[in-house]
């Protein structure tokens, strides 16, 4: 019998270890409660999952993770009870924001009411979660609020955005009319923002929900509305009678 040798051609390729990609660190979250059991049964669920936990029992705990520059954030995520000794929730959270902190907020309130919910997310939070609650939600939630603040911090530079008298500054979170300095909460700012990055375009409440609340917000349609009214009453000349930001009636708002 003829045994032929078969000669594999070399490829010239050398084996090469690869490593895994890198994982991301862990978020590093900051719980602002003062009940003690709270406190330390939702730190405890969070260290378990993986989470960084840091946790104050006070307002006055928390202003004071928040006493550096923005461009540093103290933690990547907080949560925060609305009735505290001292420093209120609704404070903190008015704080934050107004020192120019984008650090994303869930607040963690007995407070069931709309009324309750709407002022809290007025002031800056992210999110609304009505105690008492599951940590399986109260988990989700988090992580759900962490993505999106990942997304948003993956965007770069934006340029200014104008329509009419109306100027809005991305990187200084600001807008003007006719020159003049407009005061606007975050959310407010956030959907004039939506708005003139596409004028004329209709928005349904659902989409302007998704696109200034995230898919995650778990509150009513109507707050779109609100926030509706509120920027009509600081940009229109007759809110009554607006020229900026229009009813489609059976769709929903345009912008111009």
Request: hydrophobic share 40%; proline share 7%.
């Amino acid at each position: 019998m003829i045994r032929a040798a078969i000669k594999i051609p070399s490829t010239g390729l050398v084996p090469v270890a690869v490593s895994p990609p890198p994982q991301a660190p862990p978020a590093r979250l900051l719980v602002v409660e003062d009940d003690d059991t709270i406190r330390e049964t939702i730190s405890e669920a969070l260290g378990i999952e993986g989470f960084i936990v840091d946790a104050v029992s006070s307002g006055n705990g928390a202003l004071e993770r928040f006493k550096g520059s923005p461009e540093h954030q103290p933690c990547d995520l907080v949560l925060l009870d609305l009735m505290l000794p001292g420093v209120s929730g609704l404070d903190v959270c008015r704080y934050v924001r107004r020192r120019g902190f984008s650090t994303p907020i869930i607040v963690v309130s007995a407070r069931d009411s709309e009324t309750d919910r709407v002022v809290g997310l007025e002031v800056g939070a992210d999110d609304y979660l009505i105690k008492p609650f599951g940590m399986r939600e109260l988990v989700a939630r988090c992580r759900a609020l962490l993505r999106r603040s990942a997304r948003n911090g993956e965007t770069g530079a934006k340029e200014v955005l104008r329509y009419d008298e109306i100027t809005l500054y991305p990187e200084e979170c600001r807008v003007t009319r006719g020159g003049q300095e407009v005061n606007l909460s975050p959310k407010e700012y956030r959907l004039l923002e939506v708005f003139m990055q596409s004028p004329k375009r209709v928005w349904s409440r659902d989409k302007l929900l998704e696109r200034v609340w995230g898919i995650d917000f778990m509150g009513d349609s109507k707050t779109v509305d609100v926030h509706i009214r509120w920027l009509r009453e600081k940009l229109e000349t007759n809110p009554s009678a607006p020229t900026f930001i229009l009813t489609v009636r059976g769709f929903g708002y345009r912008f111009g």
